[in-house]
């Protein structure tokens, strides 16, 4: 049987738009480049250390990655638990005693607002950074490191900033 014009055309016209749709990989791909990009800045660094512009850390070559702990920034001029004033550097190397009142004080209220750690003999034990500024006395830093320790944080690191390696510059 032989097809007139019309049903000719028909045919063409149903044949071309049977294609459907078609998707616009580039938008797409500009999309996912994004959104890559996107999670690449913000996963990239898991806890960033508080700024104070007080305080400058001194350079190491230490390669292990802090982790989300509760922080002591000791500066020249004030000491501050997770961005709360305690005292200032000067109070408390006038104290007599390596014991800051004042710190204690914070820490066991910070320890009792969370659960407690317990180590391998079954005995709470926290841990916590200090920021000091490379320029501060070590006496303040002692008396620091000794009333955390009066409390359930015995475990005590420092915060520094890491150091280029040779091998890294060549």
């Known amino acids: 049987m ?6 000719k055309r028909m045919d063409r016209r149903h044949a071309r738009n049977k294609a459907g749709a078609s998707l616009s990989l ?3 791909m500009d999309i996912f480049t994004i959104l890559v990009f996107f999670l690449l800045v913000n ?19 230490a390669q292990e990655v802090p982790k ?13 638990v997770q961005d709360v004033r305690i005292a200032s550097s000067q109070e408390i ?10 710190l204690v004080e914070e820490l066991n209220f910070r320890a009792s ?10 005995l709470p034990e926290r841990e916590v950074m200090v920021l000091a500024d490379k320029a501060t006395p070590y006496s303040l830093i002692k008396k620091v490191m000794v009333s ?21 510059q060549e």
């Open 43 to 61: 996963s990239s660094n898991n806890q960033q250390l508080p700024d104070n512009k007080d305080i400058s850390l001194p350079e190491s070559t």
């Open 68 to 80: 989300e702990v509760l922080t002591i920034q000791i500066s020249a001029g004030d000491i501050i």
């Open 2 to 7: 032989k097809k007139s014009s019309r049903a």
């Open 93 to 102: 190397l006038a104290l007599e005693d390596d014991v800051v009142p004042a």
């Open 148 to 168: 955390s320790t009066q409390t359930e944080y015995s475990k005590i690191s420092f915060a520094v900033l890491r150091k280029a390696d040779e091998e890294e």
């Open 26 to 28: 580039t938008s797409l």
């Open 113 to 122: 607002r969370s659960q407690p750690v317990l180590n391998e003999q079954g």
